[in-house]
C-alpha cells in the first residue's frame, strides 16, 4: 500500500514513535483543557465574603458554582397575594364558631391562610389533617390534637415576626412563616429532643461527652449544649483575661467551655458559615471585634429560649406519645437549623412574610 522506498527506508531507520506520540498527546489533551477552561470557565473557582476589616482574615471562600445554585425550597414558595378589605366584609369571629385567634380576618383572607397552612404544614393530607373527616360544619370542633398545636403555631408566629423583628428581618423584611420551619412536612425536619443521661448510673460528664450524636455536631464535645443554652438558660461566655484563674466557685469549667464550643459549632453548621460569620477570632469573648451578625444572633439566642419554653415545651401534653422525645418524653424544641437549614438566612433571605400580615402580627392585620 505505501510506496517500496518508503517500507525499505522504515526497514533501515526502525525509530520508536510512542515516546512522541504520547508527548504530543499530553500537549494536545493539556491546550484541549485550557481552551475549555477558557471557554466554559474554571469549575473550582472561589468567591471570598468578607465579614470584617481586611488583614484580619475575617474571610470564608466558597465555590461560585455552590453560590449560584439557590436552595430549592425558594420553588416551593407560591406568591398568593391578599385580598385587600374595604371595612364591608365579614370577619372570621362573626362567620365561624370558633375562631380564637384570626378573628379579625376577613373570610377571604382566612379562606386563603387556610389552604396556605394546609401547603405548608399537611399537602398531603389536607384540611383533614386539622379538621378530620367531617364536613364544614364540624370544624369549629378542637377534636384534633393537630388543631391545638396549630392554633398555639399561628400565635407562635406572629410573636416571631412582631417582636423578635430585629432577628427575623433585621437586614430587610424577610420573616417567617408556617413554611420557614416545616418545608410542607407535619414535623419539621431539624427538631431536637434531649439526651443526657437518663439514670445515676450513666450520670455525669463523660456520659454526655466522647459520643458521636448529631446534637455534638458528631465531635467529642457534649451533647447538651442546645439544652443549657436554648432551653435552660445558662451562661455561654467562658472566657478570662487572666492567665491563671483562682476557680472560685461558680467559674465556669473546662467542660463549660467544650459545650460552648459545641453550641458555636452548631451555629457554625446551621447558618452553613464558620466563626468569622460572627467573631474575630483572635479574640471570641470580644464584644468590640464581633461583627453585626453575632448581635443578631445573640438575639437569635433570646429568641430560640422563647420559642421554647413558651410555645412548644408547654405542647407536651397536647401531644400524643409517639411525637415526644425518646429518653425524657419531652416535646420536639426549635433551635438555629430549625429555620436556616444550612443558608445564612432562611430561604436565602426571601421575603417570605410579604402576602401574609396576617401572620405578622398579633394584633388586627395591615394590608399595604
Ligand atoms: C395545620 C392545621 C390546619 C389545616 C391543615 C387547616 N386548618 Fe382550618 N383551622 C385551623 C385552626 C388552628 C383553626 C382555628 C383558628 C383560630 O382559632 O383562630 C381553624 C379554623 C377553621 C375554620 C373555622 C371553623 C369554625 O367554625 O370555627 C374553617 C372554616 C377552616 N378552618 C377551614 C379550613 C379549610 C377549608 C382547610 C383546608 C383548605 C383548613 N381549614 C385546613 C387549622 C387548620
Ligand atoms: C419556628 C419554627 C416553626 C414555625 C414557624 C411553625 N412551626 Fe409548627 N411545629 C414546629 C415544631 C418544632 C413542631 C413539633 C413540636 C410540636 O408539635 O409541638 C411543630 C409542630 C406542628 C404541628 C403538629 C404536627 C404533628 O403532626 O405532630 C402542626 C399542626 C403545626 N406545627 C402547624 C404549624 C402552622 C400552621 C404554622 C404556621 C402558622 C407553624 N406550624 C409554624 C415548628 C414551627
Ligand atoms: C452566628 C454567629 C456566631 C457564629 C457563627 C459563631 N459564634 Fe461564637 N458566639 C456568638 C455569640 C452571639 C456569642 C455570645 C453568646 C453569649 O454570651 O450570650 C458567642 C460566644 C462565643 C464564645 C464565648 C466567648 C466568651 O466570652 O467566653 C466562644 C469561645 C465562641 N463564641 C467561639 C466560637 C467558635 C469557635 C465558632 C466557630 C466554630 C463560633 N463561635 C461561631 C455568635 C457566633
Ligand atoms: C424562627 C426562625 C429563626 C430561628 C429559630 C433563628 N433564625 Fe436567624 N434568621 C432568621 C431569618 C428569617 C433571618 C433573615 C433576616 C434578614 O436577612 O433580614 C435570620 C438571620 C440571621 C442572621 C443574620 C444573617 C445575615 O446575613 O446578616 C444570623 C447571624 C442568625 N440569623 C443567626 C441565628 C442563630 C445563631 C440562631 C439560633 C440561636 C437563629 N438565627 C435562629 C430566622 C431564624
Not at 473557582?45 to 430549592?72: K, V, Y
Not at 399537602?123 to 386539622?130: K, V
Not at 413554611?179 to 450513666?202: L, Y
Request: hydrophobic residues 35%; glycine residues 8%.
Amino acid at each position: 500500500m505505501l510506496p517500496n522506498w518508503f517500507n525499505v527506508w522504515n526497514k533501515e531507520n526502525p525509530t520508536n514513535v510512542y515516546g512522541p506520540a504520547v508527548l504530543v498527546g499530553v500537549l494536545g489533551g493539556a491546550i484541549f483543557l485550557a481552551i475549555m477552561i477558557v471557554v466554559w470557565g474554571q469549575p473550582a473557582a472561589t468567591n471570598s465574603l468578607q465579614t470584617g476589616p481586611r488583614g484580619t482574615g475575617m474571610s470564608m471562600a466558597e465555590f461560585t458554582r455552590d453560590l449560584g445554585t439557590p436552595d430549592p425550597d425558594i420553588a416551593e414558595l407560591s406568591e398568593n397575594e391578599p385580598y385587600i378589605p374595604d371595612g364591608s366584609e365579614a370577619l372570621a369571629k362573626d362567620i365561624y364558631s370558633n375562631v380564637q385567634v384570626l378573628g379579625d380576618v376577613t373570610e377571604d383572607n382566612f379562606n386563603r391562610v387556610m389552604a396556605a397552612m394546609t401547603e405548608w404544614v399537611a399537602p398531603d393530607q389536607g384540611c383533614a389533617y386539622c379538621h378530620g373527616d367531617g364536613d364544614i360544619e364540624t370544624y369549629g370542633e378542637d377534636t384534633l390534637y393537630t388543631k391545638v398545636v396549630a392554633r398555639r403555631m399561628i400565635e407562635m408566629t406572629q410573636n416571631i415576626n412582631e417582636s423578635w423583628e430585629g432577628h427575623v428581618s433585621a437586614n430587610k423584611q424577610v420573616g417567617v412563616t408556617c413554611m420557614t420551619c416545616h418545608r410542607g412536612q407535619n414535623v419539621p425536619s431539624e427538631v431536637w429532643f434531649k439526651i443526657d443521661p437518663v439514670n445515676e448510673a450513666t450520670a455525669g460528664w463523660p456520659a454526655v461527652q466522647n459520643r458521636a450524636t448529631p446534637l455534638s455536631q458528631y465531635t467529642s464535645l457534649p451533647s447538651n449544649a442546645l439544652e443549657a443554652y436554648l432551653l435552660n438558660y445558662e451562661r455561654i461566655g467562658v472566657h478570662d483575661l487572666e492567665s491563671r484563674v483562682a476557680n472560685e466557685p461558680g467559674d465556669p469549667l473546662i467542660q463549660h467551655a467544650e459545650r460552648t464550643y459545641s453550641l458555636m459549632n452548631y451555629f457554625a453548621n446551621s447558618l452553613g458559615r464558620n466563626c468569622v460569620l460572627c467573631h474575630n477570632t483572635r479574640a471570641f469573648y470580644d464584644t468590640e471585634q464581633v461583627t453585626p451578625q453575632w448581635s443578631t444572633a445573640s438575639q437569635g439566642i433570646a429568641m430560640v429560649q422563647e420559642i421554647n419554653n413558651d410555645y412548644l415545651v408547654p405542647l407536651t401534653d397536647v401531644l400524643p406519645a409517639d411525637r415526644l422525645g425518646p429518653m425524657h418524653g419531652d416535646a420536639p424544641k426549635a433551635a438555629c437549623k430549625t429555620c436556616h437549614k444550612g443558608y445564612q438566612q432562611p430561604l436565602q433571605g426571601t421575603n417570605v412574610i410579604k402576602d401574609w400580615p396576617e401572620l405578622a402580627t398579633t394584633g388586627v392585620p395591615v394590608y399595604e
